[in-house]
Structure formats: C-alpha cells, structure tokens
C-alpha cells in the first residue's frame, strides 16, 4: 500500500510534464529545464513553509463561516503559494534563454505547479504513510477513511496547480515579450498573472471544500477549457510558426525530426476538445476509486 501511494504522488505529474513537453511541436525545450523547473516547484514549497512560519496568516475558526473559507484560502493558501511559485518563475526561470516564445511562459508555469503538487501531496502524505507503518496496515475503519479522504483531496490538486500555472503563465509570456511597452506594462502583466492564480486557486479550494463533487469538475474543466485555449493562442505566437509550417526543405527535414506540427493539428476542433476533457475527468475518477480499492473502504 505504501508503494501505491507513492508512486501516485510521482505518477500524475511525471504523465501531466509528459503531456506538456510532446504539446509543445514547433520548438521543444531541453529536457534538463524541463527537469529544472519542475525542481523550482518543489522548492517552492520551501518559501510556504517559512512564509507560514513567520508571517501571522488568517486561520481556520472552530466553525468556519463561508467568508472565513474564502479568507483563508485566498490568503492563507492562494497567496502564499502562488507568490512562492511566482517568485521561482520570476527569479529563474523568466530570465532563462530557452524562454523565448509564448508557450514557454504557460509550459514552465505550469510545470512549476507539477513541481510544487509533488512536493506538496508527498508532505500530506507522511502522516497517513506514518499511520500506516504504525499500525502495520491493520486500521480501524475511520482511520482509513480519513486517510483516503486526505490523500483524495491532495490529488485532486495536481490539475489545479498545473492549470493555476498554466493559465498565468500566458501574461507572464505577454510580460516578457512585449517589453516593448514599457517597465510599467510589463509589472503590470505580471500582476494581472498573479492575481489570477490567486483568484483560480482560492477558488479552486472553496469549491473543493465546500462544494459538490459535481460543482468541483465543472470548475475544473471550466479551467482546463481555458488552458486549451490559452495553449492554441500561445502557439498561434510562436516565432518558429512560420518556419515550421513553410514549405521548404528545412520544413522536410522537421517532418522527419517529429517536429512538424501539421496544420489540421494546429486547430482545437471540437473532438479533440470533448475527447480531452473526458480523459482529465476519467484520470480523477480513476485516481479516486483506486485510492478506496488500495485502502480497502
């Protein structure tokens, strides 16, 4: 049981990076940053810890109201850990030469969110595995289900850091390239990005807390449709797009690289989207009743 469940910590992030490098056909990046900010991610987590630490934050009340959960989860999680995530993004990654595109500012934005879901759900995870030493498997029925129930809930946060990341990610692009405008417009896009992840991820939780399982994926794949979207428009940006798409003998030279992104590829048909918003709501389902089976409740 231990092994299952670390290996669910791993499993859907290293499938989530996967799926972001292959998406990314006109001009792939290098593999070790890829790895590097995932790494950030984790890393990230390190800032939380001692912002939580240090700085007196909103806490939940005995019988928390609906504002005290909205409170809480927009400050005392969705701006604590987004500043974390930004501050990564903004310190290290903003400033590397392989970020030189517009799908690269959603591609390691959210490939920080992967970093900092793993870390975060391997955290969660120490005292339920401690448990399950302790006990040596044999858990009063309560206890296991209070133990599914905290897993279940830390993965239902893969997509949502990944998204959180993923959309933001696009003003942090519009950021970078269209210096152009001046200081103040780049602060400026950079601030819209933050707030952004701000507001998805605070609500993100209240809904996961508060509300139904069904009012949950819709949020969710509310912000997955919004993902695809933002993905088609970054792409529709990239400085190799028309290099890539011409016709030439570099063009047949990419095709048999792997790298040609053809055009009926290119458009989000309406197909592609249903098929890919099916899979997102299959993996979650599927996360949750292999955690009751491994649990056995």
């Known amino acids: 049981m231990i092994v299952e469940l670390l290996f669910f910590a791993f499993v859907v992030g290293a499938v989530i990076a996967a799926l972001v490098y292959i998406s990314d056909k006109f001009e792939r990046e290098p593999l070790f940053r890829i790895f590097n900010a995932i790494v950030l991610g984790i890393f990230a987590t390190v800032i939380v810890i001692i912002v939580k630490r240090v700085v007196p934050l909103p806490i939940y009340a005995p019988k928390p109201s609906f504002g005290n959960v909205i409170l809480v989860n927009l400050l005392s999680v969705g701006f604590v850990e987004e500043l974390a995530k930004f501050f990564m993004i903004l310190f290290f990654i903003y400033k590397w030469d392989d970020f030189n595109e517009y799908y690269d500012g959603p591609l390691y934005s959210g490939l920080v969110g992967v970093g900092f879901a793993i870390s975060e759900n391997l955290s969660y995870m120490i005292k ?60 400026l896009y950079i601030g819209i990005g933050f707030l ?27 912000l997955f449709l919004i993902a695809l979207f933002v993905g088609w428009k970054t792409k529709q940006k990239s400085v190799f797009r028309k290099y890539i798409l011409e016709k030439s003998p570099e063009r047949k030279r990419n095709m048999l690289k792997g790298i040609l992104l053809a055009k009926k590829e290119e458009k989000i048909s309406v197909s592609y989207v249903i098929m890919m918003c099916i899979l997102l709501l299959v993996c979650q389902f599927m996360v949750y009743f292999l955690t009751v089976a491994i649990l056995g409740i």
């Open 128 to 187: 339920p595995l401690a448990s399950l030493i302790a006990s040596d498997i044999n858990l009063d029925p309560n206890e296991a289900r209070l133990i599914a129930l905290n897993v279940l809930v830390k993965f239902r946060l893969y997509p949502g850091h990944f998204l959180f990341g993923f959309i933001a990610g696009y003003f942090i692009a519009k950021a970078k390239f269209r210096k152009d405008d001046g200081k103040s417009k780049e602060i």
């Open 196 to 222: 952004l992840a701000i507001f998805m991820h605070g609500i993100h939780n209240v809904i996961a807390i508060m509300g139904s399982l069904i009012q949950f994926q819709g949020y969710v794949l509310l």
